[in-house]
């Protein structure tokens, strides 16, 4: 435990320290990106993962606490870097509130439902002019220059993914985890162990909905024009499963794993070789790690050794 | 334990910076180091028919540059990532064009969503932008190194369609006007010359609804349209929904004066496919392939050569034409400083394909709108009177 | 307001088209009733036999329904091989139904692009001579050609139907799928009725792509949208029902249709969508499964 613990800070002070070298902005930007998908799929793995209630509408959450913090900036001039705490809240708030019916339909009507949530808070922005519609919502530029402020936002989200991973390791190695896990393996026998199963359900639920919004909060600002199309994108809720799922949503390591590598990959793929091809490439991977790897690369390693 | 996974994934990353860095040390030097032109365009996913389109106009400028000598006497490379039409990837592209490739000047992206999600970006980097934008919020927002050289605005898009109207005489034109716009960027931007022009030529709006996309069917929203004797329709949308609402007023046998199309019809794909159904339909464009603004010659002749199109399509003259900007930028300029291309480009006129442009303090040419109408399969230019190829077909024939 | 024709009218247009969703969406819910496997591909697989009935129209003027005679092999053998080769190792997984999505939106993707490469991504329409001719009854106006793919939806799905409850083959399906031990004891062998399934599966997700492409234009990246009715007729008609899938197609269509006559268009998706959010918590596995 000692051990990957230090390993831990020592990956974490490397990246911490690395803006001070002043890279080129657009490895701040990477890496961002892949913070920022990091964020989402390990809060995602909390109901996903944990409790195996697969929700494909995780980018509603995200696109929530975007548009929120962007009105509380428009009309209040609350920074987002503030606003991103009452924009998570509001993205748990929304998960209670459609949690608890939801959080009552199993396996893929879960998945489906959760889906169909996040189009109807698609179409009901684009059809709400108060959040600028389907026009979008353009925010005032950060007042420093480039550098620095691609820093900022690049420690902002360091910061969240190690208080996110450390969550959910909390989370995996705790009674809550615990009662989640029984949920995924059983959930009838879950029950009958006195598991209050609906509460761990939506207690979870909400947790993996709270990151996303503070997420979408700040990223808002960064990106600086909010449009449904670009932070409702479904793809990034469809990107979010594949890559806890590609890593093993079991354990915490398996959504860093898989958010990292597949965000690497990606961008690899698209700079090197040429498109159609590239998808080509990134289509055969999931289809090769789920043949060979069914249960994730991190379960697939760990039985490796132990055999 | 999952150490050697860990260690792995450690090597891959150290290989993927490796890699990025090295691409960036190119070690040519001297006057012959080209000058790299960088960006994104859609080249896979949903934007990636049109996507494609202004690739290929960005390469028949290049081909050119480099077949007379290069630009400031240095050849020119083009960079061009596929942002797979997601805006986010846009804008990440373009800070590894701008920050890695450590490109000299930047390309234009596709669609406007793209294009405005940039534009804040390069502002911060002080980079010139040229684009088709998008439309006119995102140019009001104070960025001073976007130029939309030509752009696509939606406000503008059927200027030319009333300027032509009031030409009509006022007991021929249309009386009673349905609007069904798609609920996006461009749709709801194309409102704004309607509303104004349907006072101005003092037709009466009697339905006025928005869309979202994917449209199921068009068969209700004609119907309505054919009950309240809608004599003018517009029919705002892209090309799946636009042949939706064509097809819909052909089988529901609704025929009105006449039929105004977003940007559906600017794709060759609309008299390709649709044929002689495609007919008679209005829509506004910022570029054709008949204005007789010099060079179009060229455009046309590489779209048959290469691509076998006889009518460039609209997004080809538009990667041309937003070099053609760039390009006397830069030679005006005399340098590839971005804040003297910018200082030049705000106080001169530009010699495009698509016109004459000077532009203002929010990177705009003066409010301009050729008015076009599909006849017998070809794309006619109707308006301005000076540049018309075609005369208008009006009222639409019955369909037969 | 309206008078009562367009009404008529909505609810007609409304239903071919739903008919025609009802086909496209059938062998989506078979495949995920029987085998547990949600084939995010079926979409794909109908926009290649839209392809196929595309260019045997344009380049050998083959009507596009007598071009089903070449690509409903085609798909069903391809359906075979992909479930020997790709389902079949991950049946061992533990959780079949994600690991199927995760494998066949690899395929989707690689399918996707391949297209691309081979036919670009140029819009394509289904243009024949009766594409837009139209039937008259009274005041109410049939398309020739919605007409012409409601027919081949109802003649699939009257196949589909047919096969799983008139031949040992399918009852062999059924069974599986309703018992999946029980049917082991009986001696049927559980993955050659599951490669049937899929192969027969693919081969309507075919005919509902070529009846699409009747209504819709296509080019590949079009079956993320056509993917989203995939969902909601199996939702509404109930996982592995092939009676529910035809009743709920039309009543998507009819939905769509009624509701674009007296909403704004602009509000039609959002209530498709919350009325199935309403279906799936009221009775989640459809309207139609007793």
């Known amino acids: 435990m000692g051990k990957k613990s230090s390993f831990f800070l020592i990956g974490l002070a490397l990246l911490a320290i690395f803006p001070l070298i002043r890279p080129p902005a657009y490895f701040l930007s990477f890496l961002f990106k892949m913070f920022l998908f990091i964020i989402l799929a390990e809060s995602w793995t909390l109901i996903g993962g944990f409790a195996g209630y697969l929700s494909f509408g995780h980018v509603a959450f995200f696109g929530i606490g975007a548009y929120t913090s962007s009105v509380l900036f428009q009309h209040f001039s609350l920074s987002p870097f503030i606003g991103a705490l009452p924009a998570g809240g509001v993205a748990a708030l929304v998960a209670l509130i459609i949690g608890y019916p939801c959080l009552r339909l199993k396996g893929p009507y879960f998945a489906v439902i959760t ?73 009838e026998v879950a029950q009958t162990l006195t598991i209050n199963t609906a509460a761990v359900k939506i207690k979870a639920f909400i947790m993996s909905a709270f990151f996303p919004g503070v997420a979408g909060g700040i990223y808002a600002y960064y990106i600086s024009y909010i449009h449904p199309d670009i932070v409702f994108d479904i793809n990034i809720s469809i990107l979010i499963v594949l890559m806890a799922v590609f890593g093993g949503g079991k354990s915490w390591a398996g959504p860093l794993l898989g958010a990292a590598l597949l965000t690497v990959v990606n961008e690899l793929l698209s700079l090197f070789v040429r498109p159609e091809i590239a998808r080509v490439i990134y289509g055969a991977m999931f289809m090769g790690v789920i043949i060979f790897m069914p249960d994730g690369m991190v379960a697939f390693f760990s039985r490796r050794r132990r055999a | 334990m999952k150490k050697k996974l860990f260690i792995g994934v450690l090597v891959l990353f150290t290989c993927f910076f490796l890699s990025l860095y090295a691409g960036q040390q190119s070690p040519v030097h001297g006057a012959q180091k080209p000058i790299v032109i960088g960006g994104s365009l859609p080249l896979t996913g949903t934007y990636s028919a049109t996507g494609k389109w202004v690739e290929r106009g960005y390469q028949l400028w290049a081909e050119e540059i480099n077949g007379k000598g290069g630009l400031l006497g240095r050849p020119v490379k083009l960079i061009i990532y596929d942002d797979k039409s997601d805006a986010k990837e846009a804008v990440s592209l373009i800070e590894k064009v701008i920050t890695v490739d450590k490109a000299d000047l930047l390309l234009g992206g596709y669609p406007g969503t793209a294009c405005t999600a940039v534009m804040p970006v390069v502002e911060k980097y002080k980079m010139v932008y040229v684009s088709m934008g998008g439309h006119m919020v995102s140019f009001s927002q104070g960025y001073t190194y976007s130029f939309g050289g030509p752009p696509l605005m939606g406000e503008w898009w059927f200027v030319g369609f009333f300027e032509w109207m009031k030409t009509v005489p006022a007991d021929q034109r249309p009386k009673r006007v349905a609007i069904f716009t798609m609920n996006n960027p461009i749709g709801v931007s194309f409102m704004d010359s309607i509303y104004k022009g349907c006072k101005e030529t003092g037709m009466e709006i009697v339905i006025d609804e928005k869309y979202n996309l994917p449209l199921t069917t068009a068969d209700t929203m004609i119907m309505k349209a054919k009950q309240m004797k809608a004599d003018l329709l517009f029919a705002s949308g892209m090309f799946p929904d636009g042949v939706m609402t064509i097809r819909a007023c052909k089988a529901l046998d609704y025929s009105p004066k006449a039929i105004a199309q977003g940007i559906g019809s600017v794709i060759p794909e609309w008299t390709k496919e649709l044929g002689k159904d495609g007919d008679y339909v209005f829509s506004g464009t910022s570029w054709h392939y008949k204005l007789k603004y010099p060079g179009n010659d060229k455009v046309i002749k590489a779209a048959k050569d290469k691509y076998k199109e006889d009518e460039p399509p609209l997004y080809f003259g538009f990667g041309y034409a937003w070099m053609q900007t760039l390009q006397q930028g830069v030679e005006g300029a005399k340098t590839l400083d971005q804040t003297k291309i910018r200082d030049w480009l705000r106080s001169h006129e530009v010699k495009t394909i698509a016109g004459n442009f000077k532009f203002d303090s929010k990177g705009l040419p003066k409010p301009f709108a050729y008015l076009t109408q599909v006849i017998d399969g070809n794309v006619e230019l109707i308006w301005p009177p000076e540049m018309r190829t075609h005369a208008a077909v009006y009222p639409k024939p019955p369909w037969k | ?40 591909a079926h979409a794909a697989f109908g926009i290649l036999a839209a392809y196929i009935a595309y260019w045997g129209l344009v380049l050998y003027g083959v009507d596009p329904i007598l071009s089903l005679i070449v690509s409903l092999p085609v798909l069903f053998f391809a359906g075979l091989l992909i479930h020997r080769f790709l389902i079949q190792p991950i049946t061992r997984s533990k959780d079949i139904v994600v690991a199927s999505m995760i494998l066949t939106f690899g395929l989707a993707i690689i399918l996707e692009n391949l297209m691309l490469v081979a036919w670009t991504s140029d819009e394509r329409l289904i243009t024949t001579s009766y594409s837009s001719k139209a039937i008259f009854i009274g005041e109410i106006i049939i398309r020739v050609s919605s007409l012409l793919a409601f027919c081949v939806s109802i003649l699939g799905i009257a196949a589909i139907y047919l096969f799983l409850h008139k031949t040992r083959t399918g009852k062999a399906v059924r069974a599986t799928w309703q018992d999946p031990e029980g049917a082991a004891l009986q001696g049927i062998k559980l993955t050659r009725v599951s490669m049937i399934a899929f192969g027969l599966a693919l081969a309507s997700a075919g005919a509902g792509g070529v009846a699409m492409a009747y209504m819709y234009s296509f080019n590949p990246p079009a079956h993320n949208l056509w993917l989203i009715y995939l969902f909601l007729v199996v939702i509404v008609g109930g996982v592995g029902s092939i009676i529910g899938s035809a009743l709920a197609g039309l009543i998507i269509g009819l939905i769509t249709g009624l509701s674009g006559a007296f909403f704004p268009q602009q509000w039609i998706n959002v209530l498709l969508f919350g009325l199935l959010i309403v279906i799936l918590l009221i009775k989640p596995e459809g309207l139609f499964k007793s």
Do not use: P
């Open chain 3, 1 to 40: 307001m309206f008078n009562t024709a367009v009404v008529i009218q909505s609810i007609v247009s409304g239903l071919l088209m739903g008919g025609i969703f009802a086909l496209f969406g059938v062998g989506f819910s078979l495949t995920w009733g029987v085998m547990k496997v949600i084939n995010i």
């Open chain 1, 115 to 187: 889906l169909c949530f996040a189009f109807v808070v698609d179409l009901i922005v684009k059809n709400w002019a108060f959040l600028g519609g389907s026009e979008g919502i353009h925010l005032k530029l950060v007042q420093m220059d480039i550098q620095s402020s691609r820093s900022i936002f690049y420690e902002i989200f360091l910061g969240l993914v190690a208080v996110t991973l450390l969550y959910v390791r909390r989370v995996q190695h705790s009674k809550f985890g615990m009662g989640l896990a029984s949920i995924r393996e059983d959930e």
